[in-house]
């Protein structure tokens, strides 16, 4: 079967799992404490695109237990890694200035992570017009815009950030976006970074533009959370665990019945408050290392 996913660290297991014999690529692994650990997959080579489905590039998968537990310090620690791992795809510097874009539909929850982290994350811009600086140590000019989805809008969302980049002008643009992922677990444990831009809508099979350098013109970065599951993989899971149970008798009932839903967890209000609280603090300490180091 086919899983959405637009995690790459669920794709290398997905891999592995079909015993496929994929190539051009590196893992790292670093356990943080009990809570934290990070995983690193660079994909290095034309190989490895067509093997992970995914440009050449760096991607960053953060686990992070006892967010909804409200495990002691659990967010603030979270924000601290995460805000290490975008320095070194965001090094700050005095000239820096950087457009932070936060995809989705601010009025269907779980497509809201984009626009509420957005909402959260120190806008400074301004306050370098009204100085006339061309630079500080203290903060970086930032730039936020949350360009809604072309369901609404009607417009496409790429075109209105590049847009928006050509007014800006930003060294980087770093997108916030809600991701699919094949395990339900991780919408309330997993965090993923990338250099390399991102495909709205990728992972729930609604591809879009994709938002990347070449498009544009300046570096992309994107961090992403998986709020949504496919149903089907939801359906393969649970049959699986039964005795007897016969895989492609369940690939062809899917198939017949043409059930193509996208779920999400009970508890997603929560997941997008706290997961948007975690990378707004983290954008703030990585942007202006002077007022939130």
């Known amino acids: 079967m086919q899983y959405r996913t637009d995690l790459a660290l669920e794709t290398e297991q997905l891999l592995k799992e079909a015993k496929a014999k994929a190539i051009g690529y590196t893992k790292k692994q ?24 995914k440009p050449v590039g760096t991607y960053i998968t953060i686990e992070v237990d006892g967010v909804l537990e409200q495990k002691d ?11 290490a791992e975008l320095k070194k795809m965001i090094p700050f510097d005095y000239f820096l200035k950087v457009l932070v874009v936060g995809l ?20 400074t811009s301004h306050l370098f017009t009204i100085y006339e600086a061309d630079g500080d140590w203290e903060m ?10 072309t369901g609404v809008t009607g417009m496409e969302t790429a075109e209105l950030i590049k847009k928006v980049v050509t007014l800006v002008k930003p060294d980087v643009t770093l997108v916030v976006d809600s991701l699919a992922a094949r395990d339900i677990k991780r919408m309330s444990t997993t965090i993923q970074i990338c250099d390399t831009g991102i495909e709205p809508g990728a992972g729930m099979g609604n591809r879009r533009k994709p938002i990347t350098r070449d498009y544009l013109g300046c570096k992309v970065v994107s961090v992403g959370v998986p709020t949504v599951i496919d149903s089907r993989t939801l359906i393969i899971d649970a049959a699986s665990q039964v005795s007897g149970w016969n895989e492609k008798a369940t690939e062809d009932y899917l198939k017949k019945t043409n059930l193509d839903m996208i779920v999400t967890s009970t508890d997603i209000d929560e997941i997008i408050k706290d997961f948007s609280e975690i990378i707004s603090a983290a954008i703030n300490i990585t942007l202006h290392p002077g007022i939130y180091s």
Not at 73 to 83: F, Q, T, V, Y
Not at 140 to 149: E, I, T, Y
């Open 73 to 83: 310090g659990i967010k603030e620690r979270a924000s601290k890694i995460l805000a």
């Open 30 to 53: 670093r356990q943080i404490d009990e809570d934290i650990a990070v995983y690193e997959i660079e994909i290095t080579t034309p190989e490895g695109e067509k093997a992970f489905g």
């Open 104 to 123: 989705g539909n601010e009025k269907v929850t779980p497509d809201s992570l984009g626009p509420h982290t957005v909402d959260k994350v120190k806008i």
């Open 140 to 149: 970086a000019n930032v730039s936020g815009f949350n360009p809604s989805v």
